[in-house]
């Protein structure tokens, strides 16, 4: 039910993808409607390896998060994977917090909760214990 609930936002997305981040993005989007969790994960690290994040908007990011957030919660809350669905919104936060919120509020209200994780572990105390799980990944500390 969930993967349904992408369909349409992925779509959307999708449809306005030119750069080749979003254009990855949006392929993972796909492999996670298509219930393909593993290629949804693969496709979302290879648009963080293919990017610096300085190159992404706070969208890209959302989205990234998203993938990675519903990739851990169907994985019965992978650490790894949520731990990247934080450190993606703090990147996007970072970026344009105001651009986090439409996002966040654009999405289906089922949707909602796993961005508020997200949202909150990036911000609170408890995110310092995901960092072991971060400390590997691609995704460079911004200055």
Do not use: W
Request: glycine residues 6%; aromatic residues 2%.
């Amino acid at each position: 039910m969930r993967f349904a609930l992408l369909t349409p936002a992925a779509l959307l997305l999708a449809a306005c993808a030119g750069t080749p981040a979003a254009e990855r993005i949006g392929a993972a989007e796909m492999s996670l409607e298509a219930g393909d969790l593993d290629a949804a994960r693969r496709g979302a690290e290879h648009a963080i390896a293919a990017h610096d994040t300085a190159h992404l908007t706070a969208g890209e990011l959302c989205r990234l998060a998203l993938v990675y957030a519903t990739v851990g919660d169907d994985n019965s809350g992978n650490e790894a994977d949520v731990a990247m669905a934080a450190r993606c919104i703090r990147r996007a936060l970072a970026k344009d917090s105001a651009a986090v919120d439409s996002f966040i509020h654009a999405m289906p209200v089922e949707q909602r909760p796993l961005m508020t994780l997200a949202v909150q572990l990036c911000r609170t105390a408890s995110a310092d214990g995901l960092r072991q799980y971060e400390e590997n990944d691609s995704i460079p500390t911004q200055q």
